[in-house]
Nanobody, 126 residues
C-alpha cells in the first residue's frame, strides 16, 4: 500500500519561509513525476493548484507554476523517498492545504495521480 505523509505546515507572517516534507512509503516507483499542489477550500478538491513538480528523467527536471516560480523550490531527498518544498517570501495568497502527489501522469499540473497525501496546512498572515 502506497502512503504519502506531508509535514512542515505552519502559520507564518508574510515574507517568512517554510519547508514542507513528504515521506513516501509502499510500492511506488520512485522514478516517477512527483509534485506539490495547493487547495484553498476544503470543498474544492477538484481545484487543487499545481505548484511544482520534479520528473525523474535522469536530470530531475523541475517545473513550477507562475505563481510560485522564484520563491518555491522542489527537491527530492537522497533516497528519493522524500519530497521537499522549500518556500520563501511567503504571501497571504499562499495560504492553503498543501498536498504531495506521486506518479503524476500526463501534464503534471493536471494532478492526475492515484497517490495523494493527507495534506498539511500553511497559513500566511499579513
Amino acid at each position: 500500500q502506497v502512503r504519502l505523509v506531508e509535514s512542515g505546515g505552519d502559520s507564518v507572517q508574510a515574507g517568512g519561509s517554510l519547508r514542507l516534507s513528504c515521506v513516501v512509503s509502499g510500492n511506488i516507483d520512485s522514478n516517477t513525476c512527483m509534485g506539490w499542489f495547493r487547495q484553498v477550500s476544503e470543498k474544492d478538491r477538484e481545484e487543487r493548484e499545481g505548484l511544482a513538480a520534479v520528473n525523474s528523467d535522469g536530470r530531475d527536471s523541475t517545473y513550477y507554476s507562475a505563481s510560485v516560480k522564484g520563491r518555491f523550490t522542489i527537491s527530492k531527498g537522497n533516497t528519493k523517498q522524500t519530497l521537499y518544498l522549500q518556500m520563501i517570501d511567503l504571501k497571504p495568497e499562499d495560504t492553503g492545504t498543501y498536498f504531495c502527489a506521486g506518479d503524476l501522469r500526463g501534464p503534471w499540473y493536471d494532478g492526475n495521480s492515484p497517490y495523494w497525501g493527507q495534506g498539511t496546512q500553511v497559513t500566511v498572515s499579513s
